[in-house]
C-alpha cells in the first residue's frame, strides 16, 4: 500500500513513517514537501504522489500556542485539514486523521469512547474537533484519537522529564491531570492494522491504563534509574498555563475490541521500552 504521512518531521508521524514503513511504501511528507495551508501545494503533492491513503498528522498541538494565537491553530488544523482532506478526494485517497482526548471537557470521572458527545474548551480541541468534523465527509476515513505522546523522534514529555534531573533540575509535573499515555510506534503498529483492515470510523489509540501526569513522570524517573522525588507534583492552576487543562480524560478503546484488534500494551510496559531503548546521556 502507497501511504502519505503528513506532518512526518514530528513525533507522531516520525513514528507512523517508522513502523509503517516497514510494511508499505511510505511517502513521509514535511513542510517543506507539503505546506498543509497551502491548497494548492498540497493537491500537487498528493496528485504527484498517487499514495492510497494519507495520513493527517500534521498539527499546532501545543495547547497554549494554539489558545495565544486561535487564528494560526484554526489556519493549520482546520483549513490545513480542509486542504488534505480535499486533496485526498480528488485523487481518490482514504484518510486518517491524527486526533486527540482534548477533544474531550475532561471533567466526569468515568472514561470516554468514541461515541461519547466531544465538547473541547480550548481552542486547541476546537480546531481538532472540526478536523474531525472535515475528515468525516470523506467516503473512507479513519478518526484516531491519542493522548501524551511519547517516543523517537523528537523531544517529548518523557524526554523532558529525563533531561531536568540529569542536569539536576526539578521537573514539576501537573497533580490534577489522568489521562493514558502514548508510545508512537505502538499506536503507529495499531493504527497501522487497522487501516490495513479496511475497516474505517473512529478509534480510540493509547497504551492500556490511565495515569496521571505526575506518577507517568515519576516512573519515568524510576525506570531511568532517577530520584524521584525530583518530580515535584502542583495544580494545573498554579503552573502558569494558558490553556486550561482537562482533570480526566481517559479514554476507553471500546471500537478496537469491538473491531477484534489487539490492544496496544499496558503504559507501564511501553514507557519501560521507550526509557531502555534510548541512547544513553
Known sequence: MKIAITGAGGLFGYGLAQVLGGRHHVIPLGRAEADITNAAQVRACLETALPEVVIH???????????????????????????????????????????????????????????????????????????????????????????????????????????????????VAPSDQTGNATYTLDAAHTIGEVIESGRCGTYHVANQGGVSRLDLA????????????????????????LAPRPK??????????????????PWPEALDAYIRSRPPA
Do not use: C
Not at 476515513?141 to 539536576?168: C, E, H, Q
Not at 516512573?219 to 503552573?239: C, N, Q, T, W, Y
Not at 473491531?259 to 500494551?265: K, N, Q, T, V
Open 57 to 171: 498528522s500534521a498539527a499546532i498541538r501545543d495547547l497554549d500556542i494554539s489558545e495565544a494565537d486561535p487564528a494560526e491553530a484554526f489556519l493549520v488544523n482546520v483549513h490545513g485539514t480542509r486542504n488534505v482532506v480535499e486533496a485526498a478526494q480528488s485523487i481518490g485517497a482514504a484518510v486518517a486523521y491524527i486526533s486527540t482526548d482534548s477533544v474531550f471537557d475532561g471533567q466526569r470521572e468515568q472514561p470516554y469512547v468514541e461515541s461519547d458527545v466531544a465538547i473541547p474548551p480550548t481552542v486547541y480541541g476546537r480546531t481538532k474537533l472540526r478536523g474531525e468534523q472535515i475528515t468525516a465527509r470523506m467516503p473512507r476515513y479513519w478518526i484516531f484519537r491519542v493522548s501524551v505522546l511519547f517516543g523517537p523522534g523528537k523531544t517529548n514529555m518523557v524526554d523532558n522529564v529525563l533531561n531536568a534531573i540529569s542536569l539536576g533540575r526539578e521537573y
Open 218 to 241: 515519576r516512573r519515568a524517573a524510576e525506570i531511568a534509574g532517577f530520584d524521584m522525588s525530583k518530580v515535584v507534583g502542583k495544580p494545573s492552576a498554579e503552573l502558569g498555563r
Open 248 to 265: 480526566r480524560s481517559v479514554m476507553l478503546m471500546r471500537a478496537l475490541e469491538k473491531g477484534g484488534f489487539a490492544l496496544p500494551r
